[in-house]
């Protein structure tokens, strides 16, 4: 296996990181001040780029103007832009605006019905951006058995809405996207999940299916933006700085978990939309496609590693070094103390009643044995749905996921806002959502409002998951 060679030059870089003078490649534009006029017009040009991750291990994949991330877009809420995409590849591409409340046309979904831009192509799409807070944009094609394509490639970035809210002081500012590299297909579970062991598992089969699994796909390489833990420069704090994260898992394949020993996140905003309750946690888990703003407050000197729990994540580049001023160590990494992610820590009691509109999804995974894919049912039937899911403009549903599969799922909803109305078996209120991680067997509901007519696309967040069936299309009537 490579990863150790890998880990021995992570090391390296490690060492090397701490001469000065390296100008460390960064994926964030000049940030335009509130004062000034907001910028209309945006232009993500698709080829192909290598990212360093670290000094000997450069890979090549596809990226957005050159690198990858992609750069950081800052848009205003409610202030029409233009978005260009050219597209320098051989394969037709999309470009979805995650977390967005626009029209099927400009979401970058084939699926709703937004045009692809075409091979040695490009096409603009005009939208009013909104909601204001932490977004993001990636590829949206079919990846089936290819490896170097979708959202396994770097086809990803960050996209700000602006707007009125208001995080509260803080003295810096970074963002941070959670990503693994060069996948591959394996016949042995990777997972580490939390959402497996712990909570009620309501939707568990009496009798549980033992046909022999299909092949996963897993990752022995990680990085938070472009660099391996140890390899880019670290995050340089004073004692007492409030520092702003904003996390988002852009994997393909997993759920993450983050943590920084001696410090806790006050997580603030759930997938760019600020929380009920913001409340303090000691690691964060992002399923792929979720984000998280947290601030914390640098109250414990060192030099740390903010990084994954699980070993092997961690050691394989998924980590970023926070130094304090004057603090000379090696970076430390302590386990954080074990606990559950729960979305409803960040909610309130329910205070109005349910939705008399339900909608019911059933997930099922169909085992397709040793060198095959797996592949997933909704309500018993694959892609695509013609009448399951028909909705009333104007109408308020409560939809009701059934995870009856072993697999913790990051669910999304293109185009609307989720709000968790229960999970674990626990009512909450105030934790809206686009993407929402639905346990190992568990059960969740989510209400919405159906106020954004078009094709509604419904998916997994797990790239394999979508195109071996995990996805629906929600139709207006
Ligand atoms: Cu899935």
Redesign the pocket.
Known sequence: MQRRDFLKIAGLAAAASRLPGQEPQSFLTPTAGTQEAAKTEFTLRIAPVTVELAPNRIISTIGYNGISPGPLLRMKEGVPITLNVINDTDTPETVHCHGLLIPSDVDGSEEEGSPAVPPHGSRSFKFTPTPAGTRWYHTHTMAMDDLHRGSYTGMFGFLVIEGANNPGRYDQEHYLALRDWEPYFTSTSMDNDDLDATGPQPERPAVMDTRQPGIEVAADIFSINDKALGAGEPIRVKPGDRVLFHFLNASAIENRHLALPGHKFNVIALDGNPVATPAAVDVLMLGPGERVDAIVEMNHPGVWIMGAPEDMVREGGLGIVIEYANQHVTPQWTAPPKSNWDYTIFGKPPSQPAPTEKLDMLFEKIPRGAGKYNSFNVNGKPYPHDKEFLLKQGTRYRLTFHNRTD?A??LHVHRHQLEIAEIYGKATSGVIKDTVVVPTYGRASVDFTADQPGDTLFH?H?QM?MDYG?KALLRYA
Do not use: A
Request: net charge negative; with cysteine; charged share 15%.
């Open positions: 697999d799922h990051p997994c797990i998951h995990f």
